[in-house]
C-alpha cells in the first residue's frame, strides 16, 4: 500500500525570467525537495530533484534541461535565469 502524500503546498513569491521585472508568481511543492513548479503568469515551469543535488527544469515545451540553484545577492534563488524571491520552502 502507497502512503498517502501531503496535499501540495502553493507558496506566493516574485519571481523574474531572464532580466524581465519582478512580477507574482506561486511556487507549488508536491515533495519539497523533490518536485515543485512555478507557475509565472501562463508559463509553468518544472522543477525536479535527485537528491543529489542535481536540478531539472522542464518548460512548457516539454523540454527538460539540467539547471543549477544559485543565491542571488538580491536573497533571490535562481536557476540559470530564472529567479524567485520571498518565504521559500526549503528542506
Partial sequence: ??????????????????D???QPCTMTVVQLGEH???QVGRQRLEFRSDG???????NGSG?????????GAD?????D???A??????D
Fill in 85 to 90: 524571491k520571498g518565504n521559500l520552502p526549503l
Fill in 63 to 71: 523540454q527538460a534541461r539540467a539547471v543549477m540553484p544559485v543565491w
Fill in 52 to 58: 543529489r543535488g542535481s536540478v531539472s527544469l522542464r
Fill in 75 to 79: 536573497q533571490a534563488l535562481c536557476w
Fill in 1 to 18: 500500500m502507497v502512503p498517502d502524500l501531503p496535499p501540495p503546498q502553493t507558496i506566493p513569491l516574485e519571481c523574474r525570467l531572464g
Fill in 36 to 38: 515543485w513548479w512555478l
Fill in 81 to 83: 535565469g530564472v529567479c
Fill in 20 to 22: 524581465g521585472a519582478w
